[in-house]
């Protein structure tokens, strides 16, 4: 049968399975305990519109996404996702968008005339564009079936970019409205070492969450080990594409960093996967 939801129809299957469709993509999702979730699209000769809410479904399980994200940003950013759903433009490329906007914003901070100052928000409404478009690549990605080890490397390599040029853009700032060093300093170092635990410590417990809360045949999806992350890079070597291995490359060296160091006395942070109850 066919029900409304939020001024559109969705079809409820009797294999439990339903289906959203849009001229050029069908969002297939399969009913888990985190709520519905997209499978790969396909054509749908149907014509139907892509629902808000099959887009919404390309969040993050709630269990492990923040609350900003997943109240302010994840939303703002699926009216952005509808859009591009229909049209040619890549999950990747929305990535490079997010660091170029990040890199303006930056830039836009650093050069702002003391005496106005209205570019300094600019450049903060421009990192939020940024933070939104790289919301919205993740999406967009999973919305079109399109997720891969690549992207999301991609994906976090950019995301340093609009972080150290806004940081570099309000260290110039400052500097040149007569802050002094140590004040700059302790500022940006703290904010510094802060991300550093969030990517670090933070994410990757939340990795270890879903690998021990997804079915079985998806557990290398948050959590890849070191030796899929080698054979997907071996596969791009294989198929020539350099720049998808020297990617997976340096992904398997911030991966290796990430589940080792400080982080091995702890339990579960330091290993591949939790295997048994006590890691658990």
């Given at each position: 049968g066919s029900r409304k939801g939020r001024g559109c129809h969705f079809l409820?299957?009797?294999?439990?399975?339903?289906?959203?469709?849009?001229?050029?993509?069908?969002?297939?999702?399969?009913?888990?305990?985190?709520?519905?979730?997209?499978?790969?699209?396909?054509?749908?000769?149907?014509?139907?519109?892509?629902?808000?809410?099959?887009?919404?479904s390309t969040f993050k399980p709630r269990d492990v996404e923040e609350p900003v994200d997943y109240w302010v940003n994840r939303p703002i950013a699926s009216l952005l996702v509808a859009r591009l759903a229909r049209s040619p433009i890549s999950p990747n490329q929305v990535t490079a968008l997010s660091g170029i906007c990040g890199i303006i914003s930056g830039l836009l901070i650093a050069s702002s005339p003391l005496d106005r100052k209205w570019q300094v928000p600019l450049g903060g409404a421009l990192l939020f564009v940024s933070i939104l478009l790289d919301c919205a690549d993740g999406q967009l990605a999973r919305l079109r079936g399109q997720s891969s080890m690549v992207g999301r490397a991609l994906d976090g390599y950019v995301d340093v970019i609009p972080t150290a040029c806004v940081f570099l853009g309000l260290a110039a700032f400052m500097y040149r409205a007569g802050y002094g060093f140590w004040q700059i300093n302790a500022l940006?170092?703290?904010?510094?070492?802060?991300?550093?635990w969030h990517v670090h410590s933070y994410d990757h417990a939340k990795n270890i969450y879903l690998r021990n809360v997804l079915p079985e045949d998806k557990h290398s999806k948050p959590l890849p080990t070191i030796e899929e992350i080698a054979i997907e890079r071996d596969r791009y070597?294989?198929?020539?594409?350099?720049?998808?291995?020297?990617?997976?490359?340096?992904?398997?060296?911030?991966?290796?960093?990430?589940?080792?160091?400080?982080?091995?006395?702890?339990?579960?942070?330091?290993?591949?996967?939790?295997?048994?109850?006590?890691?658990?």
């Open positions: 409820c299957r009797k294999d439990g399975d339903r289906s959203f469709g849009a001229p050029s993509i069908t969002v297939r999702a399969t009913r888990s305990h985190h709520g519905w979730r997209p499978r790969a699209p396909s054509n749908d000769p149907r014509g139907n519109c892509v629902l808000d809410w099959a887009v919404r940006g170092w703290a904010a510094g070492y802060s991300m550093k070597v294989r198929e020539g594409d350099w720049f998808g291995a020297l990617i997976l490359r340096g992904f398997m060296h911030f991966t290796k960093a990430q589940r080792g160091g400080w982080q091995d006395d702890r339990i579960g942070l330091g290993l591949p996967a939790t295997q048994s109850d006590r890691e658990r």
